[in-house]
């Protein structure tokens, strides 16, 4: 591929797009799952322990 500004800028668009659809799809997996009836836990004290 030949370096320009053209494919520079071709490039800039492709992968901001695609970070972008990547997070508003895991947005909507989120949604989808929070109205199946998934629901949230907070964290204890075990979880926060580190172990080796």
């Not at 659809?21 to 004290?45: A, D, H």
Request: zero cysteines; hydrophobic letters at 45%.
């Amino acid at each position: 591929m030949e370096f320009s500004s053209k494919n520079v800028l071709k490039l800039f668009f492709k992968h901001t797009f695609l970070t972008f659809f990547v997070v508003t799809r895991t947005i909507w997996q989120s949604i989808k799952l929070k109205n199946l009836g998934l629901s949230w836990v907070k964290v204890t004290k075990e979880d926060q322990v580190r172990r080796y």
